[in-house]
């Protein structure tokens, strides 16, 4: 098959399984380099679940050829068990090639099709059947239940196929759903922010849903990431823009390169993990991000505006005591958060708290402020809270650990404490009341 060969090589982009995993790099006579990707199973075992297996070829044959492993390549599918004619359609179309019983397969017969068109093949035939097996119609009730039922699949760790299998069937559902509503069809991921590489692009207008991403999030963290989410984006399309806002991002947010953003602060000189300003218009269900190139932007216009229009959002402040810390929490908004940008609701808190602020924004919609002018082991054990609000990453909703100091309003610096002691075990209902 080749001189060389090596198993297991990872790839740029985010890893979840081995549908992101080249089997082997190898190299053939000529001195191609071969990413070789192998499957067991025989032709009668791939008959059983057609979709899965086209859909999963996809995902192992785009994924290394997008890849900087992808350069000078050649992805060869390597059929163990024969090659059946929906692997076959696949590889020929993505540009690929088959291997069987240690020898190329000819496919220059076999014609040639997009891949995003063999994808909405494969999602739609899936999402039928899983709603057929489940009962269920093509409708918000009928994804309702098949979130429903997919909360009992397992984790990544313990069977990496039958998790899959549980995101692809719940991502083709939404895409059915989708489609019965206003119509539409499965499209390339390019840019790489689905794990199976396609979105699905509603009809009438280019909005393009991740509903594979939107899987995984709902397995991870249940209904706060519910797909049926999705649906209140199609309803937005038809309202008009809401007032220009910002919504706070992760420092390492994939989309940060496609999307009109810069960081909360310039605090780059003190090497903080600072999350990211991300300008759009607010919906009534839903927040639409500016893509960067559709217009020319002014970034220092636009916070000046989004500044004014998040004073116009109410909060809720609740004071917490605990035996060495009291602490603030706004919350009860999707923007309290980005609160810690309103310099006259921060004036306001400096009225209640002190002259010097420590703010945390380790999660969406939470934002945590105590009294900066204190004792070290007291601003350590804010960090501490703050460090671990973050970790636990509820809902997958957490933007940075840092905890920023305020002064008339204003982010001047971050408080760099030289310990931060746990939070003591015997006040965690607090934390069970605010935030569960």
């Known amino acids: 098959m080749g001189r060389r060969a090596s198993r297991e090589a990872p790839y740029d982009g985010r890893v979840y399984s ?3 995993k080249i089997d082997i790099v190898s190299e053939a006579p000529d001195g191609t380099r071969l990413l070789l990707q192998t499957d067991h199973r025989s032709p009668d075992e791939i008959d059983a679940e057609p979709e899965l297996s086209m859909l999963f070829a996809l995902a192992r044959i785009l994924g290394p050829q997008r890849s900087q492993h992808g350069t000078g390549s050649v992805v ?14 696949v590889v020929a179309s993505t540009g690929a090639e088959a291997e069987v019983d240690r020898a190329v397969v000819d496919l220059s017969a076999q014609p040639r099709e997009a891949p995003a068109a063999l994808a909405d093949e494969a999602f739609a035939a899936l999402g039928r059947r899983v709603l057929a097996r489940e009962r269920q119609p093509a409708t918000e009730d009928g994804l309702r239940e098949i979130e429903r039922l997919s909360q009992g699949a397992p984790t990544e ?25 206003v119509g539409g069809t499965w499209v ?28 995984v999030k709902f397995l991870a963290h249940g209904d706060a990431e519910s797909p049926r989410q999705l649906l209140r984006a ?32 310039d605090l780059a000189k003190s090497g903080a993990d600072v999350p990211l300003v991300v300008y759009g218009n607010d919906h009534p269900n839903t927040f639409a991000m500016f893509k960067r190139g559709d217009d020319p932007r002014d970034l220092t216009a636009m916070r000046a505006e989004a500044i004014a229009n998040l004073a116009a959002i109410d909060v809720e402040v609740e004071r917490v005591e605990l035996d060495a810390l009291t602490f603030w929490v706004a919350h009860g908004s999707y923007f309290a958060a980005e609160k810690i940008l ?33 004792k070290p082991e007291t601003i350590a054990a804010f960090v501490a809270i703050a460090s671990g609000v973050y970790q636990k990453n509820e809902a997958g909703r957490q933007l940075s650990p840092t905890v920023f100091l305020v002064s008339d309003g204003n982010i001047v610096g971050v408080a760099q404490p030289s310990e931060s002691p746990a939070p003591e075990p015997a006040k965690k209902s607090w934390v069970k009341k605010l935030f569960n």
């Open 188 to 215: 390339d991921d390019t840019a790489g922010h689905a794990d199976l590489p396609f979105l699905f692009r509603a009809a009438g207008g280019d909005l393009r849903i991740n509903a594979v991403g939107k899987a």
């Open 234 to 265: 199609l309803e937005d399309r038809d309202t008009d823009a809401g007032p220009l806002l910002f919504s706070l991002k992760p420092a390492g947010w994939p989309a940060a390169a496609e999307m009109v953003c810069e960081p909360l602060a």
């Open 76 to 89: 060869r599918y390597v059929a163990l068990g024969g090659l059946h004619p929906a692997i076959a359609r």
């Open 157 to 181: 760790d313990e069977d990496e196929i039958g998790y899959w299998t549980a995101v692809a069937e719940l991502a083709a559902v939404t895409g059915e759903v989708i489609r019965a509503q």
């Open 18 to 20: 081995s549908l992101r």
């Open 342 to 374: 309103d310099p006259a609701f921060m004036r306001a808190m400096h009225a209640s708290i002190g002259e010097l602020l420590a703010a945390a924004v380790p999660e969406k919609g939470r934002l945590f402020l105590t009294n900066a002018v204190a």
